[in-house]
């Protein structure tokens, strides 16, 4: 199957903050999701972006899949946007592979 | 804004034990999945369910488990006998092709003690 990789594993911001969240993908994918996990532990999908670029109020995602890479950009971060940020990716069949996240905390 | 569901929220259940799991996927949707999660870790990939059989399954998912779509609407995920490593938050899914963006419910967490 495919290998996922998140960097960083960790990052913390001062509120108000941009960031960039980066996931490299070992094989082409048909599909590509980004979630937050919020700290009661739901999943809130993101971005279904298996390819080009999109937008959401201060979320972005790219997603160059020539490359295998995918971006989540949070601009002016917000306490609540803490939380763990995952990356997951299909490639044929019908399971997502997920990373290992990136652990988000924004201090006010 | 239609959403995936998922009861019980927390499940505590002895080793041994048999649990149900149980989902309300979206109603359109054709695909149906099981993922978990053990606490600190990445989401990992269960089992996926369409036209009423299981299209692909994981290495986890061994003779414990099994998956049913009882009825119109419900899906459920069955583990037989409980084993303390089964402890994980177990998140159900739906898409309305494979392929295509899956929703997740809210999740239950299940404890095995």
Redesign the interface.
Known sequence: GIQVEQSPPDLILQEGANSTLRCNFSDSV??L?W?HQNP????I?LF?IPSGTKQNGRLSATTVATERYSLLYISSSQTTDSGVY?C?G?T??????????TQLTVNP | EPEVTQTPSHQVTQMGQEVILRCVPISNHL?F?W?R?ILGQ????LV?F?NNEI??K?EIFDDQFSVERPDGSNFTLKIRSTKLEDSA?Y?CASGVY???????G??T?LTVV
């Open positions: 048909n599909n999701q979630f009661w532990g739901q999943l999908n279904y995952f997951a299909e044929s069949g019908s399971r997502l592979t997920f990373g290992e996240g | 695909y999945y993922y999660q990445k989401v990992e990939f996926s369409y299209s692909e994981s938050m998140f494979g392929n295509t963006e899956a929703f997740f809210q999740g967490r």
